[in-house]
Nanobody, 121 residues
């Protein structure tokens, strides 16, 4: 199983960025997909999750409607559209897969390697 996250980079506050996570080695349409983020010294934080069909999604409390999770099952890929980025969004972002919806990172078995997002103010 491989989850390959990409799309991170250095942006300015107020900019937008789209992260991608390409998945292989599992039946993508059977899995809930999620994004987490983490900064040094802090616990991994839930960002968003989406169900296998892409119809239902959930978000972390800090989202304020700025982030949107989506998926393209034909491409085995999940996305995180991040708008109006703030300096506090600076973190490494990780995608994860699980056969059900939970917010706890400890419950996820499959992880991508992380992609770094840096937002300058």
């Amino acid at each position: 199983v491989q989850l390959q996250a990409s799309g991170g980079g250095l942006v300015q506050a107020g900019d937008s960025l789209r992260l991608s996570c390409a998945v292989s080695g599992l039946s993508f349409t059977d899995f809930f997909m999620a994004w987490f983020r983490q900064t040094p010294g802090k616990e991994r934080e839930f960002v968003a999750a989406i169900n296998p069909s892409g119809v239902t999604s959930w978000y972390g409390d800090f989202m304020e409607g700025r982030f949107i999770i989506s998926r393209e099952n034909i491409k085995n890929t999940v996305y995180l559209q991040m708008n109006n980025l703030k300096s506090e969004d600076t973190a490494s972002y990780y995608c994860a897969a699980r056969d059900g919806y939970v917010r706890s990172p400890a419950m996820y078995r499959y992880w991508g390697q992380g992609t770094l997002v840096t937002v300058s103010s």
